[in-house]
């Protein structure tokens, strides 16, 4: 059974791209055929973990969405951004939004058709026989989130050691629990190395009663990298990315 | 409640109802939350699968869909060759605004 992803946070900044381009290169080294989509229509960003420029950029999301081209039109092959060695192991595809300014303006505007956006999904994952379907969200609670919240059979909220992430999860995870997601996991990001995770992962359980995935560590590499390529790929051996690993693991034993 | 009387025809309140957004699912009483979110995930349903969800006979069932239908988050599709009508959700375009923090 194909398994769609959402990966969410209350706030922006939480690292829902970067973690989502990571998870991805896990799941391919799993072997998985895996799509990456970027629903962030207002900011687009997931694009530039794979160093995708924007002269390279043809068809999107938008493209899709305004009935422009099919859905499978605007999704691009990036297995070879993962390198050689995983490349060999399974398949990488990118749905990218569009960085035009005019593009953006419009959907600001205008919006979209919702069901259209859950057809698309459907096709992409039969078209190109998926067993991953990862969406990159725009941060807070809007129609388009909701609904990706709901058509999740995972999803992922990230959240910061901070009241203000603390106070903007409860609110999600009320709204995921009222659109009966059937599987919410917490990931904690950015996590100075001297806290107690012991404790963290208790404190967070406890407070939201939802499963606490991953506890990932703040990265002054990461941040040196500023989302120029996948973490993972060249900082394999990095605490960061030996949660992501645990993370994708515990995904790929729930389904 | 719906504010149409039941006894218009099927395409009059189609025409009238506007559609519903994510928004609205999430005020709706749990039973309705619970067929409408499943609907978006099944896409479409008849009768007999939305009672066996609920766990209900199809008499409750069906009362909930009309009542739904009335509403506006779902619509009847009728197949042809098909004599039962089957339910779809009716969720509404809409930009990318913030959802009113209601809960
Ligand atoms: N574990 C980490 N340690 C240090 N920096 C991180 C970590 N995770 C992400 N970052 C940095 O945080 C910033 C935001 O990351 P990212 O773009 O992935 O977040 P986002 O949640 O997608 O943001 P937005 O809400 O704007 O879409 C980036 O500069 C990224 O390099
Ligand atoms: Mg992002």
């Known amino acids: 059974m194909p398994t769609i992803i959402s990966i969410h946070s209350y706030r922006g900044g939480t690292g829902k791209s970067n973690l989502t381009a990571n998870l991805a290169n896990s799941l391919v080294q799993q072997g998985k055929r895996v799509a990456v989509v970027d629903t962030d229509i207002q900011a687009p960003g997931l694009h530039v973990l794979f160093g995708m420029d924007t002269q390279q950029m043809g068809l999107t999301l938008n493209d899709y969405l305004y009935g422009r081209c099919s859905i499978e039109q605007a999704t691009y092959d990036v297995t070879d951004k993962l390198g050689p060695q995983v490349a060999a192991m399974g398949t990488l595809y990118l749905l990218p939004s569009s960085i035009k300014a005019v593009e953006i303006t419009r959907v600001l505007r205008e919006g979209y058709e919702v069901n259209l956006l859950i057809d698309g999904f459907r096709k992409l994952i039969k078209t190109f026989h998926l067993d991953y379907l990862l969406i990159d969200t725009h941060p807070g609670l809007n129609e388009e989130t909701l609904l990706s919240i709901l058509i999740s059979d995972i999803l992922l909220l990230i959240l910061r050691p901070d009241q203000q992430d603390f106070q903007?999860?409860?609110?999600t995870v009320e709204v995921a629990r009222k659109l009966k997601v059937k599987r919410l996991l917490l990931v904690v990001n950015k996590v100075l190395p001297k806290l107690d995770k012991v404790s963290l992962r208790q404190q967070v359980q406890t407070a939201y009663d939802t499963p606490v995935a991953s506890i990932l560590p703040v990265s002054e590499e990461l941040i040196e990298l500023g989302s120029a390529g996948i973490f993972s790929i060249t900082s394999p051996d990095h605490p960061y990315s030996q949660g992501v690993r645990e993370l994708a693991a515990q995904v790929v034993n729930s389904a | 409640?719906?504010?149409?009387?039941?006894?218009?025809?099927?395409?009059?309140r189609r025409d009238d109802v506007p559609e519903r957004t994510m928004a609205e699912v999430l005020a709706l009483p749990h039973e309705a939350r619970t067929i409408v979110t499943w609907l978006v995930r099944q896409r479409e349903a008849g009768l007999s699968e939305v009672a066996a969800l609920l766990e209900q006979d199809e008499a409750?069932?069906?009362t909930l869909l009309t009542d739904l239908v009335a509403q506006g988050f779902v619509q009847e599709v009728l197949n042809e060759g098909e004599g039962q009508p089957?339910?779809?959700v009716r969720l509404a375009a809409r930009r990318g605004r913030q959802v009113p923090l209601d809960l």
């Open chain 2, 1 to 12: 409640m719906s504010v149409f009387d039941s006894s218009q025809p099927e395409q009059h």
């Open chain 1, 168 to 171: 903007g999860i409860a609110v």
């Open chain 2, 60 to 62: 409750t069932a069906q």
């Open chain 2, 86 to 88: 089957r339910y779809r």
